[in-house]
């Protein structure tokens, strides 16, 4: 059974490793097939290509657009995309825009909470203000010891109700499934029970998703609680989706789980890979 990594984030947006670096890290845990999926970006593709297929690895051209369902963020990963494509270029630089403002106005809130300087803070994290993120704004508080963790930092800061939570209002559902059609690309659900859905919503999510083309969702993925697994997995076979999996890697001790320790998906459901291959 081959070795599947489908989610992954380097430095070209909130990781802390290379794609160079990364592709390594993923192949001395085991991975034979890995995709990169920074957030809103693809510009870490071609790097991260030669990485892989310098280290027989099968490499999987992705990205992770973020998007507004129902006044909450939600997460679109693109798989096998083409990264040249123009739709998909010009849908990315539409959704980064907005990201140094909302850096900013995330900053400002802090600096009324006490903690001064994260406008700058997190900018040490990131090359580029317009892929700032909350997890650049988590890795500055986590050194500046206001929380010992980044989900510390989650439970006291930069979520709804908490110091720092500034919404920005991202791509649409349909917006993002079409880029990454035009692309030549399948569309998945990034770690649905990550959100905080009901039944009916989460049902009115895939409903959607599905209409307009969707093809996947994650199924395992390191943002998934083990009990998490087998419920999307009769999920995806309630809807006829295919199934993904992936650690949602950002950096070596800050995830979750680790390339080696995330279990295999479910017997009962399709990978997205069946075809590939």
């Known amino acids: ?42 510009d870490g593709i071609a790097e991260a290509r030669a990485a892989a297929q310098a280290l027989g690895m099968r490499f999987v051209p992705g990205v992770e657009i973020s998007i507004t369902w129902a006044n909450n963020t939600v997460h679109i990963v693109g798989l096998q995309v083409d990264e040249n494509n123009p739709a998909l270029a010009q849908g990315l630089a539409d959704t980064r825009s907005g990201r140094d403002a909302r850096g900013r106005e995330i900053a400002a809130q802090l600096e009324k909470a006490g903690i001064p300087g994260a406008y700058e803070g997190a900018l040490k994290y990131v090359a580029n203000p317009d892929l700032m993120s909350r997890t650049h704004f988590a890795r500055f508080l986590v050194e500046q010891g206001v929380c010992n963790t980044i989900p510390d930092v989650f439970r006291k800061y930069l979520t709804e109700g908490k110091p720092g ?52 969702i994650e199924v395992v993925t390191g943002s998934h609680t083990p009990d998490q697994y087998p419920r999307y997995a009769e999920l995806a076979r309630r809807y006829g989706f295919l199934a993904s999996r992936g650690t949602d890697f950002h950096a070596p001790g800050e995830n979750r789980i680790e390339f080696a320790q995330l279990p295999p998906l479910p017997s009962n459901v399709t990978p997205v890979w069946h075809d590939w291959f």
């Open 1 to 42: 059974m081959l070795t599947v990594d489908l989610h992954c984030h380097s430095n070209v947006s909130d990781g802390v490793l290379s794609p160079t670096a990364l592709a390594n890290y993923a192949h001395k845990d085991g991975v034979e097939v890995w995709a990169l999926t920074d957030h809103d970006e693809v």
């Open 165 to 216: 939570y500034v919404p920005h209002r991202w791509a649409t559902l349909a917006q993002a499934v079409g880029w990454i059609r035009a692309a030549g690309g399948i569309a998945v659900i990034a770690h649905p029970g990550r959100y905080k859905f009901g039944p009916t919503a989460e049902g009115a999510l895939f409903d959607e998703f599905k209409d307009l083309g969707g093809t996947a």
